[in-house]
């Protein structure tokens, strides 16, 4: 039940912070209903979770409890948004989480280096695509070599685009004033 994740989830967290952890919590908005991996497949959606779902609830709950970090799901969620993954989707990072639950920590996504459900689109466009949705880092980790690509086309665009680049210097002051918190 959504009331024995957050409470188990919350306590562990909570063990976590007082370790000087930072707590992520993952997979926003939720990977319960899917019934396919998005590092190993492709076309994975869920076509139930909305807005309002008891889903959202848990996150809200791990928010409120003081997670510095959220890491946001490669699925596609159709019922929040039918054409793009959660991690590339304004409605789910900036609409939902930052604003329906008030997050004002940093967004990760989940693998965008090597995940199949994210395969369609390039590097570059991976990348773009969730800074401009909202999230602060992009996470590359199963196929690090696709980093320069991505940093080379964000660094381009923030120079050309007033409106992506004001995105980027949002997600590096939360970067920096998260480390700050953490580092003391």
Do not use: C
């Not at 024995?4 to 063990?15: E, P």
């Not at 690509?149 to 210097?169: S, T, W």
């Amino acid at each position: 039940t959504p009331e024995s994740v957050t409470t188990h989830a919350n306590a562990f967290s909570a063990g976590l912070r007082d370790a000087g952890v930072a707590v992520a919590i993952k997979h926003f908005p939720g990977l319960g209903r899917v019934t396919a991996d998005t590092d190993s497949t492709a076309d994975v959606v869920d076509d139930v979770t909305t807005t309002d779902d008891e889903q959202i609830d848990v996150f809200r709950s791990g928010i409120d409890a003081g997670a510095e970090l959220v890491m946001v799901s490669t699925a596609v969620y159709s019922r929040i948004d039918p054409d793009q993954p959660a991690a590339f989707s304004p409605a789910v990072v900036t609409d939902l989480l930052r604003g329906d639950l008030g997050f004002d920590g940093l967004v990760i996504t989940d693998d965008l280096s090597g995940a199949e459900q994210v395969h369609a689109w390039s590097p570059a466009d991976r990348a773009i695509s969730a800074i401009d949705a909202g999230v602060d880092l992009v996470l590359v980790s199963k196929v690090p070599d696709v980093a320069p690509e991505m940093v080379q086309a964000v660094v381009h665009l923030a120079r050309v685009d007033d409106g992506f680049r004001a995105k980027v210097e949002t997600a590096w002051q939360r970067v920096v004033a998260a480390k700050a918190t953490l580092l003391g």
